[in-house]
């Protein structure tokens, strides 16, 4: 595993900012964490990177035990926090040239920072002051001080804010692209953020781990039934009939004629069944003309935002689980 936390706990006092929190975190995938504001995406990002201690539990960087081998895990971790650890009155070029010779780097300077600014896409700004630079463009700095010494890890948090929509997306493919040789663990209080980049999700809600898994197993397991909606040309009796012999299906009920011998029918799954190859399969064999099939499953959205309000958290959403 390149990244491991287990039980990891940190209190102010009484106040208990995360509470018992595991996970683990492969090679060259992205783990986005999602959550409020205030849930502790940050405090778990600052105690993975060693600027924060806990108060209880411990955490491995590459093997490295970020207590106790503190030099040898940070090495590993490049580190972008919510507000970029910037000079303004350093030109871009002297500030990523001082990060270079703060992390002692032996890569080949001049190739390694300009692929960084080339990467980043902050070569035609190389040469200006940082207090003068959009806040698109000082976000981007701060990417690329991260990436300096090419470490295997990237902690990346709420690396879009201030961006506009063309300079997020770019940022969205530019975090795809660093994960087939990075390990990335991506920070974010907003959805799209999260869903448009990671593997894999952890939401943390009120200091606490709630869930864990990819965006399609968030999306299914709130719910042991799959539901469809789907439209068939076909006559009506004979439609409904083959419907309901599907093994996987548990009920069908008519909407009702909603174009000329089109009709539209809801179908409930079986546990754990999903039931849209069944469907597709039998309108292909029977001919069927199918003219729309919708999922009428919870939304990532609608799975976030029973989490992290009052309803109940299923037991299986927050089993820890290898990347």
């Known amino acids: 595993m390149m990244i491991e936390v287990h039980r990891l706990t940190k209190r102010y006092g009484e106040n208990v900012a995360l509470n018992n929190i595991s996970f683990s975190a492969g090679e060259n995938t992205v783990i986005g964490f ?34 106790d081998q503190p030099n040898e895990a940070k090495k ?58 959009s806040k698109g463009y000082r976000q981007r700095v701060g990417l690329a001080q991260a990436l300096i010494g090419n470490p295997p890890v990237l902690i990346l948090d709420e690396p879009t804010v201030g961006l506009d929509p063309k300079q997020i997306i770019e940022v969205r493919n530019l975090i795809k692209n660093l994960s087939k040789n990075h390990t990335v663990i991506l920070s974010s209080h907003i959805l799209p953020e ?10 943390i809600n009120n200091g606490s781990l709630v869930a864990d898994g990819t965006p399609f197993e968030l999306e299914h397991s709130m719910s042991a039934q799959h539901h469809v909606s789907v439209r068939l040309e076909g006559a009506m009796e004979e439609v409904e009939k083959a419907l309901s012999g599907l093994q996987s299906v548990q009920t069908v009920r008519n909407i009702g004629e909603k174009e000329p011998g089109v009709w539209e029918y809801e179908l409930t799954g079986k546990e754990g069944k999903d039931l849209r190859r069944p469907i597709f399969a039998l309108a292909a064999k029977r001919n069927w003309p199918m003219l729309s099939m919708t999922s009428s499953d919870l939304s990532l959205e609608d799975v976030f935002l029973r989490l992290t309000g009052s309803a109940a958290v299923p037991d299986d959403l927050t089993k820890g689980r290898d990347a």
Not at 194 to 203: M, P, T, Y
Request: hydrophobic fraction near 40%; aromatic fraction near 8%; proline fraction near 6%.
């Open 34 to 67: 999602l959550g409020p504001n205030g849930a502790g995406k940050s405090t778990t990002m600052n105690i993975i990177t060693g600027y924060l201690s806990a108060s209880s539990g411990w955490v491995k960087v590459g093997g490295f035990d970020t207590v």
């Open 194 to 203: 999260i869903q448009a980049v990671a593997d894999r999700i952890l939401i």
């Open 76 to 133: 590993l971790i490049g580190y972008l926090p919510e507000l970029p650890p910037l000079y303004p009155d350093m030109t871009v070029r002297g500030y990523l040239n001082f990060v270079y010779e703060l992390k002692k780097v032996t890569l080949p300077r001049e190739k390694h920072l300009r692929e960084i600014c080339a990467l980043v896409k902050i070569l035609d700004v190389s040469h200006r002051l940082i207090g003068n630079l």
